[in-house]
């Protein structure tokens, strides 16, 4: 990752991520989950909050660093236990049903390179 994508991108997207409308849709995604949930592209945690109480377990899955990092203050006031699993949804390290839900939410994943196929 380089500079913009360490240093800028992260705060940008946190800022850009919690709008009026972002919130109320996040209230849909989030709603009627329950049990253990992998959340693909976490971001700076902006779910959290909307998680119900059902939620038992919160597997975050997120490439950047920055970002987890931004989530710090979210984390911490999280009465779900919550724990970053790993940077890319595409090499997930989960055994085969073994997490009741995977909410993505604004997610725009795409990779380049040999075997990850292109956009
Ligand atoms: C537009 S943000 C949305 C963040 C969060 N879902 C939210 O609603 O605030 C997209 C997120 O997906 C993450 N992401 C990109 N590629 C990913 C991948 N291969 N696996 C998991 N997350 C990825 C980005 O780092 C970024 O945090």
Excluded at 86 to 115: I, K, N, Y
Aim: hydrophobic share 45%; charged share 20%.
């Amino acid at each position: 990752m380089g500079w913009y994508s360490d240093h800028v991108l992260p705060k940008l997207l946190d800022l850009a991520m919690d709008t009026q409308h972002i919130r109320r849709i996040r209230a849909r995604v989030t709603a009627g989950l329950a049990g253990e949930v992998v959340e693909v592209g976490f971001g700076t945690g902006h779910n959290l909050a909307y998680l119900p109480a059902s939620v038992t377990r919160l597997l975050a899955v997120e490439p950047s660093r920055s970002s987890v990092r931004l989530a710090a203050a979210r984390i911490a006031a999280s009465a779900i236990p919550i724990d970053v699993i790993g940077p890319d949804a595409q090499r997930l390290q989960l055994p085969d049903a073994s997490v009741d839900a995977a909410p993505l939410h604004v997610e725009l994943v795409h990779h380049r390179g040999p075997g990850r196929g292109r956009p």
